[in-house]
């Protein structure tokens, strides 16, 4: 599992840039059944997707062609929102905790699974059961119930709370 990758940041510090620091992470993936990619792996927040794009693809094919046919399984975050944003938008936020997207469901998407090739990428949104007792989610899921009333300038108001019982992902989701 790996997170928060931020490939295409505006200030280029973007770890993979390094080619020792991509060398290693292909090197770990020899050992895999499949790759969790578990949100921000390009960052789309700072609204400079092309460039972004631009950083991310060459990172994204060598981790596809390291792969070969193993599974690559994203779970966006918050910094990466933008790949399923606008299908979530048309068809709702489900209430699953493990929806399946459409690896088509919007064109950076299907960008991103195309770059991911051979590997077979599968979309789940908010987060994955990775096995009978193993839930993960990108850490933005979690905001609500870590940070402050106000936090960044967004009111947040449920620290230390637990989730309500009917609370669903929609109940998460960012403005």
Known sequence: MVSDLHLGTR?????????????????ALDGVDRLVLLGDVVELLEGRPLPALEVAEPVLRAVGARLGGREVIVVPGNHDAD????????????????????????????LLGSWLEPA?????????????????????YLDRHLLPESAFGLARGLLGRAPRDDAAPVDYEWP
């Open 11 to 27: 200030l280029q510090r973007d770890v993979l840039l390094s080619p020792a620091a991509l060398e290693a992470l292909l090197v």
């Open 83 to 110: 790949l399923v944003r606008p299908w979530l938008r048309t068809h709702g936020v489900p209430r699953a905790v493990d929806a399946e997207v459409p690896v088509d469901a919007t064109p950076l998407l299907e």
């Open 120 to 140: 077979r990428m599968r979309v789940h949104y908010p987060g994955v059961w990775l096995s009978d007792r193993v839930w993960a989610t990108h850490g933005h």
